[in-house]
């Protein structure tokens, strides 16, 4: 029987602020194509709308060394069009939206675990899990899902987190800052070989993180199968072991079939099915609970509709 608790959606207009530049596929129309696919699929009204705050810095920090937080802000404030650290263009609100979009999660996180919501989608830019502890790269300012993950640790006490990342590109900063903790487990599928180069089956996590990191590289060309037998046949195994208290989500949505940033084949009932086989684990171990946030996702004609039919299946857990 569903859980008669709303689902979360978590979404600010300064996310939109922050300007890539022209003809840049990571643009303010992304977050457009979902709310106009939201209202035409009526689950508006399904929605309880939270509004965000800014993570603050001691939240940032927890994830990324005070040296590079306070270059990227210098940058920012300076007025330079890309972060020294990597190809992640700024633009005047970018500190802002990138606090906004770091801190998206952590709102839903509360309104989660204070029994208000049963999971939550945060529709949120700039995105983040290619930020890594010491640098911003491949469009994120700063790691929104493993900011969130911390954030309930700490403020929470959540004990073990899985970090569930279908983005077509792995998310190596969510690697690189978990790689050696093992109270978070970070699962990637994602096509390889592909930016940002990272992501073999080998890197498995070091120390006390050894077999909390499990990536399976997908060959371009690879579509459902490949995906549904990476979630099956490894990844809910080594949950049985793992046993998470929270599920969250990198949901990116360039490996459709469409995206022009992926060569993966997947489709609008492929995501839906990743989606129920998530809110299974999260409802197997967690009490249901899981957050997902934006991250990939660059075919304007086709976005809103998959992040549409990935919301609807939330609403429906």
């Given at each position: 029987?569903?859980?008669?608790?709303?689902?979360?959606?978590?979404?600010?207009?300064?996310?939109?602020?922050?300007?890539?530049?022209?003809?840049?596929?990571?643009?303010?129309?992304?977050?457009?194509?979902?709310?106009?696919?939201?209202?035409?699929?009526?689950?508006?009204?399904?929605?309880?709308?939270?509004?965000?705050?800014?993570?603050?810095?001691?939240?940032?920090?927890?994830?990324?060394?005070?040296?590079?937080?306070?270059?990227?802000?210098?940058?920012?404030?300076?007025?330079?069009?890309?972060?020294?650290?990597?190809?992640?263009?700024?633009?005047?609100?970018?500190?802002?939206?990138?606090?906004?979009?770091?801190?998206?999660?952590?709102?839903?996180?509360?309104?989660?675990?204070?029994?208000?919501?049963?999971?939550?989608?945060?529709?949120?830019?700039?995105?983040?899990?290619?930020?890594?502890?010491?640098?911003?790269?491949?469009?994120?300012?700063?790691?929104?899902?493993?900011?969130?993950?911390?954030?309930a640790q700490r403020q929470?006490?959540?004990?073990?987190?899985?970090?569930?990342?279908?983005?077509?590109?792995?998310?190596?900063?969510?690697?690189?800052?978990?790689?050696?903790?093992?109270?978070?487990?970070?699962?990637?599928?994602?096509?390889?070989?592909?930016?940002?180069?990272?992501?073999?089956?080998?890197?498995?996590?070091?120390?006390?993180?050894?077999?909390?990191?499990?990536?399976?590289?997908?060959?371009?060309?690879?579509?459902?199968?490949?995906?549904?037998?990476?979630?099956?046949?490894?990844?809910?195994p080594a949950m049985e072991?793992?046993?998470?208290?929270?599920?969250?989500?990198?949901?990116?949505?360039?490996?459709?079939?469409?995206?022009?940033?992926?060569?993966?084949?997947?489709?609008?009932?492929?995501?839906?099915?990743?989606?129920?086989?998530?809110?299974?684990?999260?409802?197997?171990?967690?009490?249901?609970?899981?957050?997902?946030?934006?991250?990939?996702?660059?075919?304007?004609?086709?976005?809103?509709?998959?992040?549409?039919?990935?919301?609807?299946?939330?609403?429906?857990?």
């Amino acid at each position: 029987m569903a859980n008669q608790l709303p689902t979360g959606f978590v979404f600010h207009p300064t996310c939109k602020e922050h300007i890539a530049g022209i003809d840049h596929p990571e643009c303010p129309e992304r977050l457009d194509a979902i709310l106009q696919a939201l209202a035409a699929e009526n689950l508006e009204g399904r929605l309880l709308k939270l509004a965000p705050r800014e993570a603050t810095l001691e939240e940032i920090t927890a994830c990324h060394t005070p040296a590079y937080v306070a270059l990227a802000r210098a940058e920012i404030a300076a007025g330079e069009t890309q972060l020294s650290t990597g190809d992640t263009a700024v633009s005047a609100l970018s500190w802002k939206a990138a606090l906004l979009a770091a801190g998206a999660a952590e709102v839903a996180i509360d309104a989660l675990l204070e029994g208000k919501i049963k999971n939550a989608f945060c529709a949120v830019r700039p995105p983040g899990h290619h930020a890594c502890r010491e640098r911003g790269m491949g469009f994120c300012i700063f790691n929104n899902v493993a900011i969130a993950a911390r954030y309930a640790q700490r403020q929470h006490k959540v004990g073990k987190v899985a970090i569930v990342d279908w983005d077509v590109h792995h998310g190596n900063g969510t690697q690189d800052i978990f790689y050696s903790d093992g109270s978070v487990f970070y699962f990637s599928t994602h096509q390889f070989p592909w930016y940002p180069g990272t992501g073999y089956t080998e890197e498995k996590g070091s120390g006390q993180g050894q077999g909390c990191i499990l990536n399976c590289p997908l060959m371009a060309g690879s579509g459902r199968q490949e995906q549904l037998a990476a979630f099956t046949e490894q990844f809910l195994p080594a949950m049985e072991k793992f046993k998470p208290e929270l599920v969250l989500v990198s949901a990116g949505f360039d490996g459709h079939e469409e995206d022009p940033l992926g060569r993966l084949k997947l489709n609008d009932a492929d995501f839906v099915e990743l989606t129920r086989l998530t809110v299974d684990l999260a409802r197997q171990y967690a009490q249901g609970h899981l957050v997902s946030l934006l991250e990939g996702g660059y075919n304007l004609e086709t976005l809103g509709q998959t992040v549409a039919g990935h919301i609807r299946a939330l609403v429906e857990a």
